[in-house]
């Protein structure tokens, strides 16, 4: 088993069951444990809802691009609609972290690009592991945490799982 970590993001349609319904799929792979739920301002262009974000830890027997295949399943499951780059979609399902390993192909870069630039990923991905750490970085030391530009939704049990 292999601990992987999927960022969950959302802001078209209804996100929460959406997200909600996105969990319950991932948990069909393996064990899961949800983080909070946030809201959080577009990256991209600022003409579109707000997000609602979240993670997952995962263990998962899959390996990477059999994970990528099922993330992409689900998205597409979902309705996926990717209007513009950085745009609106229905969900968004990312692989952020898949163990120790570093991967870099045409389909799949682990650990996720930006990662550590994103609030929005850090903030859940803190929920499910203090102290997780990417290349020897402690993700709770970065200082975009310092003003974080995101909201708590629901500390609680959000995906019902």
């Given at each position: 088993?292999?601990?992987?970590?999927?960022?969950?993001?959302?802001?078209?349609?209804?996100?929460?069951?959406?997200?909600?319904?996105?969990?319950?799929?991932?948990?069909?792979?393996?064990?899961?444990?949800?983080?909070?739920?946030?809201?959080?301002?577009?990256?991209?262009?600022?003409?579109?809802?707000?997000?609602?974000?979240?993670?997952?830890?995962?263990?998962?027997?899959?390996?990477?691009?059999?994970?990528?295949?099922?993330?992409?399943?689900?998205?597409?499951?979902?309705?996926?609609?990717?209007?513009?780059?950085?745009?609106?979609?229905?969900?968004?399902?990312?692989?952020l972290?898949?163990?120790?390993?570093?991967?870099?192909?045409?389909?799949l870069?682990?650990?996720?690009?930006?990662?550590?630039?994103?609030?929005?990923?850090?903030?859940?991905?803190?929920?499910?592991?203090?102290?997780?750490?990417?290349?020897g970085?402690?993700?709770?030391?970065?200082?975009?945490?310092?003003?974080?530009?995101?909201?708590?939704?629901?500390?609680?049990?959000?995906?019902?799982?």
């Amino acid at each position: 088993m292999t601990l992987t970590y999927i960022g969950l993001g959302s802001n078209l349609g209804d996100s929460l069951q959406i997200l909600s319904e996105a969990v319950h799929k991932l948990a069909t792979l393996g064990t899961v444990k949800v983080s909070q739920l946030y809201q959080s301002p577009p990256m991209g262009p600022q003409d579109q809802p707000n997000y609602l974000n979240a993670a997952v830890a995962l263990e998962t027997d899959l390996a990477p691009l059999a994970l990528l295949d099922e993330l992409q399943r689900f998205e597409q499951e979902s309705g996926r609609v990717r209007l513009r780059h950085w745009g609106e979609r229905t969900l968004d399902l990312d692989l952020l972290i898949y163990g120790e390993q570093h991967i870099q192909n045409d389909r799949l870069t682990v650990p996720h690009v930006g990662v550590l630039e994103r609030d929005f990923v850090l903030k859940p991905l803190l929920d499910l592991d203090e102290n997780l750490q990417i290349k020897g970085q402690p993700l709770k030391d970065l200082p975009i945490l310092n003003n974080p530009n995101l909201t708590v939704l629901d500390a609680g049990n959000w995906a019902h799982l």
